[in-house]
């Protein structure tokens, strides 16, 4: 299984490095092939014996729009919702292409025809290899876009995993299962009344992260329950001089959000702000207004990160983020020193 998975991994990897020479070899194939046999259906060797200078830049026009709707990618446009350049770029190409047809015609060009006629078959060439020249562009263009698609949804699940090898390294660990188990073992020694709600804490969490391990979005409030079970889980294992403060709002309370990816954080803030002799705060804070998830940890540094011990998980969820919500998140870490605390503050516009 683990075999299969860095194969796959090996072969994402290796398409997103070919992906820039696919686009030349394409884009070669078309200039150099393509093109040149359309250009071919016109008697070409006639029109640049008559009139050399239209020929030249009719064919120079029709490169010029290949590339145009290459550069400017209409499909990503058209999901981004940004009509208003697709409809200004359009405008433009219509407009030249009219000036196109209004070129003046030698007389020299179908002299048995009235000039009527010529401008008229003249301007239903340029317009015939305006549509021809932009459909097989868009096309072109629209299967790059479904490629780009594929390969983004390919590499936000590659992520993911990573994302989730690092939640389990953190909290599915022998130390964390230590812990919890030697607090559960000590409430059933003491018959401590809140033995059967840490077991069913415990059992809740791990269910939860199981069960969750391939799907993209949850309910929000499903993610705050789980950090609530594993605050409340983290909280009987720590004395009076850890106080900690869990705070959760919502105004809907169908949002969703992908899984696991505030976990990191709070885990950090037990990992390195608890303490069992000195005084210290842990706040842990989510709320959702308006479609936007606000998030925020904050704690008392009471460990130090050891030399060389890598922040993984935390780069994991920016990558992650960086997939699942391009421009629409801030993540800030930052140490103060001064007050010797660590925080952590991340804004994700859901919708």
């Excluded at 060009?109 to 305006?130: C, D, E, M, N």
Aim: net charge positive.
């Amino acid at each position: 299984m683990l075999l299969k998975k860095n194969k796959n991994k090996n072969t994402i990897h290796h398409t997103f490095t070919q992906y820039p020479q696919i686009i030349r070899y394409v884009d070669l194939l078309f200039c150099l092939i393509i093109l040149p046999l359309i250009i071919l259906l016109i008697p070409i060797d006639k029109w640049i014996k008559v009139q050399p200078f239209l020929s030249v830049t009719f064919i120079v026009y029709l490169y010029m729009l290949y590339f145009i709707y290459r550069k400017s990618n209409i499909p990503s446009l058209f999901l981004r919702k940004k009509y208003g350049h697709i409809a200004i770029l359009l405008a433009l190409l219509i407009l030249i292409t009219i000036l196109l047809t209004h070129f003046p015609i030698s007389d020299q060009i179908g002299s048995k025809l009235p000039i009527g006629l010529r401008r008229h078959l003249h301007a239903q060439t340029v317009w015939f290899y305006f549509l021809i020249v932009s459909g097989l562009s868009l096309a072109i263009e629209v299967a790059f876009e479904l490629f780009r698609q594929i390969l983004q949804k390919q590499e936000i699940e590659a992520e993911k995993n990573k994302a989730q090898l690092a939640v389990y390294k953190a909290q599915i660990n022998p130390h964390f299962l230590f812990n919890t188990l030697n607090t559960l073992y000590g409430l059933v020694i003491t018959k401590s009344d809140q033995t059967e709600s840490a077991f069913i804490k415990f059992s809740n969490i791990l269910k939860y992260m199981y069960d969750n391990t391939s799907i993209d979005k949850i309910d929000i409030n499903s993610e705050i329950e789980y950090i609530q079970q594993y605050v409340e889980l983290q909280k009987l294992r720590l004395n009076h001089h850890t106080k900690v403060i869990f705070e959760s709002r919502t105004d809907k309370e169908h949002v969703l959000i992908p899984p696991m990816i505030l976990i990191t954080f709070v885990e950090n803030a037990f990992k390195y702000g608890s303490s069992s002799s000195e005084d210290c705060t842990i706040l842990i804070r989510i709320i959702v207004e308006d479609g936007t998830l606000l998030f925020k940890t904050q704690n008392s540094i009471m460990k130090e990160k050891k030399s060389g011990e890598s922040s993984i998980g935390i780069e994991n969820c920016r990558k992650r983020l960086q997939l699942l919500y391009p421009g629409l998140f801030t993540l800030i870490t930052e140490r103060d020193n001064y007050k010797n605390e660590f925080l952590t503050r991340l804004t994700i516009q859901l919708s």
